[in-house]
């Protein structure tokens, strides 16, 4: 289950409703950083512009490729250890927007882990210390540290112990 919270909504789907959760600014100056950075080649500079505009929590050495859409809204709920590989055109979400109600959740990815391209990663969820998630997979529950995740939806492909185990 996602670590989620939830704020039931009366008026209208909680997306016309937007700019009563967030500020518009916000929503705004977030846009123009993540863009920014989505088509910037400088590791580092993808790293400064996320840490110090967007307050998401960075680790050193963490790498965000090509076209990574963190969450515009919240990025702040977002945070990424060391060594990690974040790959192209992956969405990381820390929101939902649904018909009677919205939530919103942290999104913690530990210390070397692999992301493949494609994957998107819902509100409230907790990947690992080195776990590989396989490309284009919808990461809609916490992922064991140390194990290979894969689909949609996403499977354990194999444990951390079973990856230990396997010849090289």
Aim: hydrophobic share 40%; no cysteine.
């Amino acid at each position: 289950m996602r670590k989620t919270e939830r704020y039931k909504v009366t008026e209208s789907n909680s997306l016309w409703q937007v700019y009563k959760t967030v500020p518009l600014l916000k929503v705004m100056k977030n846009f123009i950083v993540i863009q920014l950075a989505r088509y910037s080649p400088s590791l580092r500079l993808k790293s400064w512009l996320y840490r110090t505009f967007l307050k998401m929590k960075v680790g050193d050495h963490t790498a965000f490729a090509l076209m990574v859409m963190p969450d515009v809204m919240f990025p702040e709920r977002i945070k990424v250890g060391k060594n990690a590989v974040i790959g192209y055109n992956t969405t990381i979400l820390a929101h939902e927007y649904l018909i009677e109600e919205y939530r919103l959740g942290d999104v913690i990815i530990g210390d070397d882990v692999l992301i493949g391209a494609n994957s998107t990663i819902l509100p409230g969820v907790t990947i690992g210390d080195g776990a590989i998630v396989s490309a284009a997979t919808l990461v809609h529950k916490d992922v064991p540290a140390g194990s290979f995740v894969g689909g949609n939806p996403m499977q354990v492909i194999y444990t951390k112990e079973q990856r230990e185990a396997r010849p090289e």
